[in-house]
């Protein structure tokens, strides 16, 4: 596909979007394909247009919230002064918005950033506002690859109109992030090209007349002391804004904040007539676990606030998909000269998510497009284990690595026939941090794909029982039966395909030692879609966007929030390719990322409730610092030596704590359905027993009943302390909560009394007598809802249905309509390995939300944290960091 050619599509993508925007009600896709035709004639396209019309549907579909944000109440701020400055020209923010147009964003979306940005621009400090000195502190929490740097990027232009003149972008700890994000820059900011060898007009800078705003670095080039030394400038000498886009290191925000003090700064230390604006881009990356002197937290964050404290006048903003962060530790931990902390004492601003967003929802919470789309590992620990060292000879790969790169090559050719054939197309493999193991790991790729491009030159054009009779075809007719057999397209359209995915096929090593670079950009110029396989660890997991990502194969085990989120490269959008998208995982991380994508769903909830509670972002931090999958674990479990116990604070208000370890001794399970029959019979004292559509509940029993249920059932000794947590924390809300619910799960119809009909479960992890269950989950979704009323139905339907952004009802929701805690009882049928025989008994306690300062110590030994947050890496031998 030649670049004139994707000129032409875009240009009718493009009008037919705006077309379509003016219309009263949504189109069908017959209409689409009709105006898609009426265009096409004018422009005297006769190209195919099925990517034309689907990028249209998605247009037309697309929808975004406006967010909610949580401010401090009681400072003297007004959010409305954006709108009160009628001398604000908003050249950049409107030069924004048309470059995302011209980019193929639907109307709408861009009319969405535009009211978000301007929102968040309300939270920061009006440029001109009277006062010498001032400063704010914000936090902007969104999804791993659903656009914050377009939402910052629009919140620069924003704040260089109204009159910030010096903006810090503080990118990621590796180069190529931060050339990346350079890179959007220059061309939706500053509307030039940074490159040395290439300083034309780019992007926004293309319109006639358009104001460039000033620079210090480039694509090639971090912020360096002697080059802004050399210039001589002064921040006020420029009456447009000045942006410097840096990596986050202590030697580059040192080498800054020297030449800000020395050229900048008046007689007492200050910079007084120039308002800053500092972007914090994955701001809880400072929380890393390292003793590596140019990446120490302590030392990055102190930083950063030095650099603040030398204007007068500034604003911070951290933005992050991940806030479990040390962005929420106690302040108090750093030294009183670096001034005041980052906390974002001032405001917290959630953004949703487009409605077109891939992400932890459709990946891993809901059963349906989960089955599709996840594949567990099960074969890499005895070939490139967990704990491998850097030397250990890696003697051959997985199959199911094999398996993933044969997907990948039959999605490729699924995608061409979709006239796709011009858009980049990428596989990710992360299975190592170690340079020389992701080095053996891109040969053995590269000498299958050799094998596989071979087989199919060969047998593309060749009959099918002669084709079959090739291994490598055989892999690839495989990978299409298993996978996309409903994907639109026979095999033998797909087979004659095949040729055409090796005509740009490269395999990258990319990490921080790495010469290789994925530069789509330079294929995109030429026309072509690149198809890139890439090997990586660190480099691939945070910030890095993989265009076209389709098939993601990751086995690494680390078990910290914010690293494993990040690695998740495969959320993102993907239009038009979204039903081929496969992530293989271990079933460790499956779990873990279903625990964490529910975990970072209730903050948000929990932000929410708080806005409508009237209480300011120190309860939020307070309440974070206390949650259960909070950092302060995985910091204090760094300082502790072996058996050493710490006392945590912890809170569970609005979570559910299920005991996703189940014992599979006989005799306990006996015991603990002894138990469930007696309590039974008695109807947990003498309460009247109440049918569901899942079994019955018994409505208001003592919390000293539940109690003593919890106290005697037998938990696996794995399980023994989160029971322990869960009877405390009933005592610690008993006061406001004296009774709660308890619901016995029994599907169907029973056949004998007092007898729990069973739910079936698939044994994948047992060790031991330990089972653990799939997700960390025992109840099912939305059991929740059983034994509430119709009208408390109907008021958690209203409740998902608040806001700017309606959802349908979840057990949040229904957990925070009963507003008590509520006692789940299991009887689990296990089947999937013969090893373990049913039933086996489980519970799960949810607690009401709004228990913002209720919290209860927590002992933890190093046992139960390596348990709960997984042995980190150690980060010393780490390898993929830039020097």
């Given at each position: 596909m030649s670049l004139t050619v994707i000129t032409e599509e875009r240009n009718i993508a493009n009008a037919l979007i705006s077309g379509l925007a003016n219309m009263a009600e949504t189109p069908t896709r017959e209409q689409v394909e009709e105006k898609a035709r009426q265009i096409a004639a004018i422009f005297g396209y006769t190209g195919d247009l099925r990517?034309?019309?689907?990028?249209?549907?998605?247009?037309?579909?697309?929808?975004?919230?406006?967010?909610?944000?949580?401010?401090?109440?009681?400072?003297?701020?007004?959010?409305?002064?954006?709108?009160?400055?009628?001398?604000?020209?908003?050249?950049?923010?409107?030069?924004?918005?048309?470059?995302?147009?011209?980019?193929?964003?639907?109307?709408?979306?861009?009319?969405?950033?535009?009211?978000?940005?301007?929102?968040?621009?309300?939270?920061?400090?009006?440029?001109?506002?009277?006062?010498?000195?001032?400063?704010?502190?914000?936090?902007?929490?969104?999804?791993?690859?659903?656009?914050?740097?377009?939402?910052?990027?629009?919140?620069?232009?924003?704040?260089?109109?109204?009159?910030?003149?010096?903006?810090?972008?503080?990118?990621?700890?590796?180069?190529?992030?931060?050339?990346?994000?350079?890179?959007?820059?220059?061309?939706?900011?500053?509307?030039?090209?940074?490159?040395?060898?290439?300083?034309?007009s780019i992007g926004v800078g293309l319109a006639p007349g358009y104001p460039h705003p000033a620079t210090l670095t480039n694509i090639n080039e971090d912020f360096n002391k002697n080059t802004a030394a050399k210039s001589g400038w002064k921040i006020n000498d420029f009456s447009k804004p000045i942006i410097l886009v840096i990596k986050k290191n202590v030697t580059t925000l040192t080498a800054l904040h020297k030449w800000l003090k020395e050229l900048n700064a008046e007689g007492d230390g200050r910079i007084s007539d120039v308002p800053m604006l500092l972007i914090d881009d994955e701001a809880d990356n400072a929380s890393i676990n390292t003793n590596k002197e140019d990446l120490d937290p302590t030392r990055t964050n102190a930083m950063i606030r030095r650099i603040l404290g030398l204007f007068a006048k500034s604003c911070y903003v951290g933005y992050t998909a991940t806030p479990f962060a040390n962005i929420f530790i106690n302040p108090d931990a750093y030294d009183d000269d670096v001034l005041e902390e980052l906390f974002p004492r001032d405001f917290i601003y959630c953004l949703d998510a487009p409605t077109t967003y891939f992400g932890a929802e459709k990946v891993f919470l809901d059963e349906a497009t989960s089955q599709s789309i996840v594949r567990p590992i099960d074969d890499c620990e005895d070939l490139i284990p967990y704990a491998h060292k850097r030397d250990d000879p890696v003697h051959e790969l997985p199959p199911s690595l094999y398996r993933a790169l044969d997907e990948f090559i039959v999605a490729r050719a699924i995608r061409s026939l979709r006239g796709q054939a011009g858009r980049h197309c990428s596989m990710m493999v992360n299975v190592s941090r170690f340079v020389p193991v992701q080095k053996t790991v891109r040969d053995f790729l590269s000498l299958r794909e050799k094998k596989i491009r071979e087989a199919v030159l060969a047998n593309y054009a060749m009959p099918e029982d002669v084709s079959s009779r090739n291994t490598y075809m055989q892999g690839l007719k495989h990978a299409f039966d298993a996978e996309y057999a409903d994907a639109g397209f026979t095999w033998a359209e797909v087979k004659a395909a095949l040729s055409g995915v090796f005509d740009h096929l490269h395999l990258y090593v990319i990490n921080s030692k790495s010469d290789e670079?994925?530069?789509?950009?330079?294929?995109?110029?030429?026309?072509?879609?690149?198809?890139?396989?890439?090997?990586?660890?660190?480099?691939?997991?945070?910030?890095?966007?993989?265009?076209?990502?389709?098939?993601?194969?990751?086995?690494?085990?680390?078990?910290?929030?914010?690293?494993?989120?990040q690695m998740g490269r495969w959320f993102g959008y993907r239009p038009g390719f979204e039903d081929l998208c496969r992530v293989h995982l271990s079933r460790d991380s499956i779990n873990w990322y279903s625990h964490i994508a529910d975990a970072a769903e209730e903050l948000v909830q929990q932000v929410k409730r708080m806005r409508r509670d009237g209480l300011s972002p120190r309860q939020f931090g307070l309440y974070v610092m206390a949650h259960p999958d909070s950092p302060l674990l995985i910091t204090a479990a760094n300082k502790m030596r072996s058996g050493e116990k710490v006392k945590f604070r912890q809170n569970f208000s609005g979570r559910m704590l299920e005991s996703y370890?189940?014992?599979?001794?006989?005799?306990?399970?006996?015991?603990?359905?002894?138990?469930?029959?007696?309590?039974?019979?008695?109807?947990?004292?003498?309460?009247?027993?109440?049918?569901?559509?899942?079994?019955?509940?018994?409505?208001?029993?003592?919390?000293?009943?539940?109690?003593?249920?919890?106290?005697?059932?037998?938990?696996?000794?794995?399980?023994?302390?989160?029971?322990?947590?869960?009877?405390?924390?009933?005592?610690?809300?008993?006061?406001?909560?004296?009774?709660?619910?308890?619901?016995?799960?029994?599907?169907?119809?029973?056949?004998?009394?007092?007898?729990?009909?069973?739910?079936?479960?698939?044994?994948?992890?047992?060790?031991?007598?330990?089972?653990?269950?799939?997700?960390?989950?025992?109840?099912?979704?939305?059991?929740?809802?059983?034994?509430?009323?119709?009208?408390?139905?109907?008021?958690?339907?209203?409740?998902?249905?608040?806001?700017?952004?309606?959802?349908?009802?979840?057990?949040?929701?229904?957990?925070?309509?009963?507003?008590?805690?509520?006692?789940?009882?299991?009887?689990?049928?296990?089947?999937?390995?013969?090893?373990?025989?049913?039933?086996?008994?489980?519970?799960?306690?949810?607690?009401?939300?709004?228990?913002?300062?209720?919290?209860?110590?927590?002992?933890?030994?190093?046992?139960?944290?390596?348990?709960?947050?997984?042995?980190?890496?150690?980060?010393?031998?780490?390898?993929?960091?830039?020097?």
């Open positions: 990517n034309i019309v689907t990028e249209a549907m998605i247009s037309v579909d697309t929808r975004m919230g406006a967010g909610v944000s949580l401010v401090d109440v009681t400072a003297k701020h007004d959010d409305q002064w954006v709108h009160k400055r009628e001398d604000v020209a908003w050249t950049y923010a409107e030069s924004y918005g048309n470059f995302l147009l011209n980019e193929g964003w639907p109307p709408q979306m861009v009319q969405s950033l535009s009211d978000v940005t301007t929102r968040i621009l309300g939270h920061l400090q009006d440029p001109l506002s009277e006062g010498t000195t001032w400063n704010r502190r914000g936090l902007v929490i969104g999804h791993v690859q659903s656009g914050k740097t377009a939402n910052y990027t629009g919140l620069i232009a924003r704040a260089a109109d109204a009159g910030y003149k010096f903006i810090v972008v503080v990118a990621g700890i590796h180069n190529n992030l931060r050339k990346q994000t350079q890179q959007r820059i220059d061309e939706a900011f500053i509307g030039r090209s940074s490159d040395p060898e290439d300083r034309r670079v994925l530069d789509y950009a330079r294929y995109a110029k030429e026309g072509v879609g690149l198809t890139a396989v890439a090997v990586g660890g660190l480099s691939l997991s945070r910030g890095l966007t993989i265009e076209g990502l389709t098939v993601s194969y990751m086995y690494r085990n680390t078990k910290m929030y914010d690293t494993i989120m370890i189940v014992s599979i001794d006989p005799d306990v399970n006996v015991h603990n359905f002894a138990l469930i029959e007696k309590l039974w019979h008695e109807r947990f004292g003498g309460k009247p027993e109440e049918p569901t559509e899942k079994g019955v509940i018994f409505k208001d029993v003592p919390i000293e009943r539940i109690e003593d249920f919890l106290i005697a059932f037998q938990a696996h000794s794995q399980f023994a302390d989160r029971k322990a947590d869960t009877i405390a924390y009933l005592r610690a809300l008993a006061e406001k909560h004296p009774s709660g619910d308890v619901l016995l799960i029994s599907p169907g119809s029973s056949n004998s009394p007092y007898s729990l009909n069973r739910q079936s479960r698939v044994v994948a992890n047992l060790q031991g007598t330990a089972w653990q269950l799939n997700k960390d989950r025992v109840a099912s979704r939305g059991d929740e809802k059983l034994g509430l009323s119709p009208e408390q139905q109907a008021a958690a339907v209203k409740l998902a249905a608040s806001g700017d952004r309606p959802v349908a009802p979840s057990d949040t929701h229904y957990r925070e309509i009963r507003n008590k805690p509520l006692l789940m009882i299991h009887s689990l049928e296990p089947h999937g390995d013969s090893r373990v025989n049913g039933p086996v008994a489980a519970f799960g306690v949810s607690f009401p939300p709004g228990h913002y300062e209720t919290e209860i110590e927590v002992v933890a030994n190093k046992v139960w944290l390596e348990r709960m947050q997984g042995a980190p890496d150690d980060p010393d031998a780490e390898e993929d960091y830039d020097d």
